[in-house]
């Protein structure tokens, strides 16, 4: 079958540093997203990973491994703001922009 | 630039209904993919829509349906409404070529009765 796995909840205060991982099994892969869902709202695109490695993005990085089948968001200097869902997404096919996401990651920033 | 936008912004309707979403895309996507979401989960995919075609389908029923326009716009729609169908409804965007990115639209919130 087809899952993805990742916390359902983290807390941490402002300033620290958030670790979210996603672990997926799928049919195929072709690349692991990220996207932040705030209350109410909609899912904005975090950041995209096709191949090993890290990807920075301002206070935000992305991790992918392949070979484990692995992969996490790091949000650092964490900010009110960044109280959210946070949900990993695998693209399955070459072709089409399909998704399967993760069940998602509450973070609460507090003071 | 105008981004993804839906309509309705919110919708009840009572067992048995059909209803009809509608979607923008934003401008010079040419891939609208919907989804479905329920409180407290991540967005499941229906299907998505290219050159006016069905490209791919989730595990959803017949019972869901869309089309796509040439102007790329896209319609949702459902038979036979259940209550299960209470739901968050999202559109998304992409460019079939890439890059991957998906820009999402705010979502119809559907209540069925």
């Known amino acids: 079958g087809q899952s993805l796995e990742q916390p359902s909840e983290v807390t941490a205060v402002e300033g620290a540093i958030v670790q979210i991982n996603c672990t997926y099994q799928t049919s195929g892969f072709y690349g692991l997203s990220w996207y932040q869902q705030h209350d109410g709202g909609a899912p904005t695109f975090l950041s995209y990973?096709?191949?090993?490695g890290l990807e920075e993005t301002g206070r935000f990085s992305s991790f992918l491994s392949r070979s484990d089948s692995y992969g996490y968001l790091l949000l650092q200097e964490l900010q009110m703001k960044d109280s959210a869902s946070y949900f990993c997404a695998v693209r399955e096919g070459a072709a089409g922009n399909k998704l399967t996401f993760g069940g998602g990651t509450r973070v609460l920033v507090k003071p | 630039d105008a981004g993804v936008t839906q309509s309705p912004t919110h919708l009840i309707k009572t067992r048995g209904q059909q209803v009809t979403l509608r979607c923008s895309p934003k401008?010079?996507?040419?891939?609208v993919s919907w989804y479905q979401q329920a409180l407290g989960q991540g967005p499941q995919f229906i299907f998505q829509y290219y050159e006016e075609e069905e490209r791919q389908r989730g595990n959803f029923p017949d019972r869901f349906s869309g089309h796509q326009f040439p102007n790329y716009s896209s319609e949702l729609n459902v038979n036979a409404l259940l209550l299960g169908d209470s739901a968050l409804y999202l559109c998304?965007?992409?460019?079939?070529?890439?890059?991957?990115?998906?820009?999402f639209g705010p979502g119809t919130r559907l209540t069925v009765t």
């Open positions: 990973n096709a191949l090993d």
């Open positions: 401008s010079g996507h040419d891939t």
């Open positions: 998304a965007s992409s460019l079939a070529g890439g890059p991957y990115e998906q820009y």
